[in-house]
């Protein structure tokens, strides 16, 4: 294939910014086509000569490329060779060309140049007048699905990769004096003189190169080519070590306290599946002590008829693909403007060798430097003429051009037609505010610029050059220089006054811009060919009055009846024209119709690139006991308990769940088990205080816990309900160690801190963790006893060592402070040991209870053996609305303490008094094999018509080896007063089971066991 | 404790004296160089920075002035001491001399002060390199210039999405003092955000 626009080096010189010498083979839409190195996927299409690169999203109408930039509504194409590498809607105008790119159009199913929907589009949009969103889809709502699905599949908005991701991104965290967006002739400038006093600096653009419009300028700076203060500039900037630069990096969001996220694209441009070389895309996230804004200004279209046929373009763009990527991207041009500075675009494409059939200028007259160049060129002028629709369908073939009043909004003559096959037109500029707006800040109306700047701000923003727009180069480079040194000295750096050279430039003479936007037709709008305001919506001139004349007249309404900028580009192109017509329709100025605000993102940005490197393993933290590495090697399935992985149970070969715990049970109450009880809670409390603090903080007295000796605890919130529960042990008078759930160990720790601080500071109380210092081990079973007493050799007879006790000894070799408590009902020994000797002791008590068989167990069978003693678990068999007294656990709540404690005045309330309060039961199911569901709810009476009056639910249940019979807790309305009633459990499978209430005690209910 | 006891740091699992054999020379081609400086004694001390009767106790016992400002940190030949709040402290000895400090600290300390042993509930893993800025600029928020982050300042911050507490050693070396059950997790992201630059591990 050939490049039929593109066109040769000028003389010696090549002022693009492409390379010749390496050429690029890339397919779009099956068909393969060269490009060069520096091409955007855009320029190189144009070069081919592609024309169509899309079909719209209503009417199915062909569509070209418009924009060079941000902007584009149209080549929006899914990129990527698999279904693992494509990526969804980039922009053509911002995608750079590699070798072997592979792009298809996400819009003209089943292909864009023949279109089933191109026919069906003209019945659609009869069909789809504007609203359609609420007036269609809205009814009935159920449908909305399937509506969906055939929208998407005719208008496309590309497709999700169906397979994982196969590349990585990451995030880094940055902090600078000025924070610099966009690297055009205002942002370079400001950087130079803000790193010229010292002043740490980044500066972010998100093309591939620095210099903005200069890139594609050929206005000489210092008399040479802009080309050359930019390599010096970035040279400089590139040396100094406080400066960074960032190309291809979108900022894409301005937030609160000069916070700026920005996407660096680091691999895209190189081709897919670089995952070695370095992560796709990264997010720095920048906190700026100033910001300054320098992100220029966006060409905005007219409105005219057909003014989307391909070869309509902006004539901003249609220079930057001549002078910067040395295509032309037609043959015969006619220009339509309303002001000076688009005249350039004729004057480039006539330097280039091709035709101009004619300016169509909407102002009665302009004495500009620019006419007079045209003029000197031969090129055919016309004053107060504008193009009011295009002849084409899949590339224009002619325009008409038609005589206008001054005013803009009536046309005086007849029509001339002439033949083209390119139209450019240019109504002006607009300020790209969207960052200054993400903060919150509303836009103001510049009647001398006829675009909105950015308004006041809370922010440390500084903004300069087209943003404010300030067009002329001369200014915007002063200007640029003088934000820069200005924002240094702010930041704390030189003397806010940039007194070196500023570099010289001659701005062409100009005279004023004309404000218009919408082109009048003979026909009424409503009549008149189809004139575009937003393309990627097919959002037109005659659906905004359409909008307006059914009483919709705030922008943001309109916005919403229409659909206009909602696309992914926002609106970019088409939102202030829209907000003309509807002003003038209304008749009512621009500002009076609202403003228009935008939200990060600036442009879409990858899920990948926000989700950074917190995936697959590193989702989320993992966090592990010392023995991990013995559960993984002996078979452990594991369980989540917040962020710890613990052993959940031990499978041996061929051994199904249900086997492995009833082996683990019977294993534990007939000789051994071990459990790895490392990732509970455990806090020093240390001071004069700790016991009084303890009294307050727990239900339970604490005044005359003696050395040596531990107790269980249960702590409430101020509402009275049970929010944690643990054994503390005292140490020494001034010394406790507190232990918590493992869910609840940091929140504890807070809450312990929360009432340390603030309500009893007079308390001397000191609070440290301590859960990662000590691996805990808990023995279990009636042969605890024996294996301990192999490894110490202090006595730990029942006589010497009593329930309930702790005793500090060595075992294994190392020293331990050992627990005689309980959380099974049997005799055990909590062994704890300094975490880098839990592996060794592990081991060493493994080995000593081969003997016994020491079966290891997991959370699973900790879960059955103690609901077998009816222990609950706090967050299981307790959700936050049960007190003390709900569980029947009266014996755990002080009635003596001098000082009050946390939960016990909310006991007094009215409704935590009531008899019919749910209460912690047993139940035991008719049918003895039978294991109801957790969460499964109860009812008194199974005959009741539904809905059903519920008066509890199943909290834990298991079935239980030991006793030979299937068990639950529950908790039931005035549970406990109906110990040996029914109750029924209708299940969502229809049946309804029988179950007894009974005493939340299966097993041992005297405690004898643990007590030996 | 009898001879044969044995000891894991925290990170024992990943070997890391294995993978400092693979490593070889780490000064070329790494931009990042880690080394757990494992089972040093760690102590958290407690107590009131503006009791004179403190301070002294602590000077009798380490021989070094407490450092109070906040975010120091100070050193000696038996001691490294990081400000960790304004009532907190880390202290950091040889390791198996904890005992012996902790003892002698219960000694010079009257009043209201907690010590409590927390050798076994982390470690410590020094980072340096060409590039271990700029792998602490993917895991942490905290400016890393050396205006707002001096050598001997220590912080304490997220890591990624745990925590850690970071004295700076150097222009371009770092202690990091995270908790064991965590570890692993630390050592899992140390690989993949220094993957670029190239990780050398050292024993």
Redesign the interface.
Known sequence: MKQINRIGSVGNTDASRIDRNKAFTFTFNDKSYQGFEGDTLASALLANGVDVVGRSFKYSRPRGIITADAQEPNAIFQIGSTQATTIPNPRATQTELYNGLTATSTNGWPNVDFDLMGTLGKLGGGMMPPGFYYKTFMFPQSLWMTYEKLIRKGAGLGCSPQQPDPD?Y??????CDVMIVGAGPAGLSAALAAARTGA?VIIADEQNEFGGSLLCSKQLIDGDSPQKWLFETITELADNDQVTLLPRSTVFGYYDHNYLGINERRTDHLGENLAEI??RQRVH?V?AKQVILATGAHERPLVYGNNDVPGCMLASSVSTYINRYAVVPGNTLALMTSNDYAYQTALDWHDAGRKVCVIADTRPHSNGERIRLAAERGIKILFGHAVIDVKGSKRVSSVNIAPLNEAGNTLTGDTSRYTCDTVASSGGWSPVIHLSSHTGSRPVWQEDIQGFVPGETTQEQNICGGLQGVYSLAKVLSDGFNTGAQAAQKAGKGQGQYDGAIPKTNDLNESPAMAIYHIPHHQPTSRAPKQFVDYQNDVTAAGIELANREGFESIEHVKRYTALGFGTDQGKLGNINGMAITANFLNKTIPETGTTIFRPMYTPTTFGALAG??VK??F???????M??WHLDNGAEFEDVGQ?KRPWYFPQSGESMEQTLQRECLATRNSVGILDAS?LGKI?I???DAREFLNRVYTNPWSKLAPGKCRYGVMCKEDGMVFDDGVTACINDNRFIMTTTTGGAAGVLQWLELWHQTEWPEL?V?F????????TMTISGPNSRKVLQKLTDTDVNNDNFRYMDWIEA?V????ARIFRISFTGELSFEINV???????TWEVVMAAGEEFNITPYGTETMHILRAEKGFIIVGQDTDGSVTPQDLDMNWVVGKKKEFSYLGKRSWTRFDNQRNDRKQMVGLKPKDPTFVLPEGAQIVFDKDQPIPMTMVGHVTSSYFSACLGYSFALAVVKGGLDRKGQSVYLPLADGTTIEAEICSSVFYDPKGDRQNV | ??N???????L??ADLPGLAKLSGNPSENCGVTLREAK?LGHL?L?GNANDDAFLNGVKQALGLNLPTAPCSSAQNDKALVMWLSP?EWLIIVEGGLEAEIEAELRQTLSG???????????TMLELSGEDCL?LL??S??????LD?FPVGKVIGTAF???GAHIRRTGEKSFQLIV????S??IW??LQ??SK?YGLAIVD
């Open positions: 990585s990451d995030k880094m965290h940055h902090h740490r370095s992560s996230k906190r490197s917190d393993h590193l989320d933290p993992a966090r592990f006991s010392a991990h590495k710890w990732t020093d240390q001071g004069k001397e000191y440290s963790t301590v859960t990662d210092h000590w691996s060595e294994a070799g190392v020293k300094q975490a880098n000797y839990g592996m060794h | 404790m009898s044969s006891v044995r000891v894991e740091s925290p024992y699992h089972l958290n407690r009532d209201h002060f907690a010590v409590s042993d927390i050798s076994g509930a982390q700029n600029k993917k942490i928020g905290y400016d890393l210039h707002s990624a999405q745990s908790r064991r059950s965590f692993d997790y899992l992201w993949h955000s670029e």
